[in-house]
């Protein structure tokens, strides 16, 4: 028990978070009376908020560097959408290779974006914003104010399609797609061994390591939901390719983070950036480059999002940059950079994503869902100011004994 408290004590963020997306979806999927975690309602959830992970973990690189944060980002998922509308609908292009230019029209807005913050030294809110509304009018000058569609499916396929059934017929468990929970089975088995790999080790390298019962009690619970997730997908109509893109996201990003010497400077550019430049990290270059990073993934998301659509729309994109920064903060990324985790921005995306559609399933007004999405931002980020400045309940008593002992000692003074 001393061990689980310890564990908890030192990343209680982190487990506040998680505990509370449990507790969110536990009270939807009472108040839906079973809709929420229906297979159907299920793989919804990931076309809807597959373009929100991706941005979300893009704008975390951006908040990690400093607190620094990303406008133009929406602007920018509907002007890659209005290219690729542009390229495939209206000019008959090939949809590999427009997917491929549009990628690269992202990487050079971001590195047009990245010049102006990291070497001109112009602060990112204003460079961000700037792009926010070039964008939006480079938008409506490409589509001429109008909406282009349908997509072609070979377009269509990276995003809306599913991962066919490669055992047809074999029906476990009664399921639609018995792939689907092969699948699930074969990434929970992976990601024990990985784990249990990286403990060992850790173990070896005389580093600090959780208790083995905890240990194995994290991993038989991952495992659980892990195959649960994929076995319900099976249930209606197997994996969304959207999922598999969003997968390759995570896990590249959190192996950058966690296992490379840049995802370590961006750490400590986000901590200190005088300290981190005399320290030979080369912030410029790391400041730049995440804002390439940033716009190349809302081009993916500009992708992503307009093949759900199918179609290239002028509107597309508004207040996404909201729906990411959120998703970061919520997750427990710092506001004032240097903290901050992809799975983290995982759960705080999948907290978003949650709340929008269990409130729509109950029929609660869009407004009223702009209001409870505020306050829970607003208290994510308040409990990482207050964490910071030490407003702790444990403070008080301390002070308390502070003051006693000065008086004690004045008296005896006297």
Known sequence: MSSLRTVLRNNLKQYMILFALLAIIVAFQLMTKGMLLRPMNVSNLIFQNAYVVILAVGMLMCILTGGNIDLSVGSVVALVGACAGTFIIAWGWNSHLSILLCLII???????????????????FIVTLSGMLVFRGLTLIVLRGLTLAPFPSAFLAYSTGYIPDLIPGANLFGLRNSTSLLIGILIAVIYCISQI??????????YEVENPVLLALKLAISSAAIVWLFYTLGAYRGVPMVLITVGIILLAYSYFTSHTVMGRHLYALGGNEKAARLSGVKTRKLLFLAYVNMSFLAAVAGIVFAARLNSASPQAGQSFELDAIAACFIGGASAYGGIGTVGGTLIGAMTM?????????????????????GLVLLGAVAFDVLSKQRIQLDFIPFLGRRAAKHQESAKLEG
Request: proline share 2%; charged share 15%; glycine share 12%.
């Open 353 to 373: 994503g949650i709340l929008n559609n269990g409130m729509s399933i109950m029929g609660i007004s869009s407004n009223v869902q702009q209001v409870v999405k």
């Open 106 to 124: 992202g990487i050079v807005i971001g590195a047009w974006q990245g010049f102006w913050i990291a070497y001109a030294r112009i602060p990112a």
């Open 197 to 206: 790999r990286s403990w060992f080790s850790r173990r070896k390298k005389d």
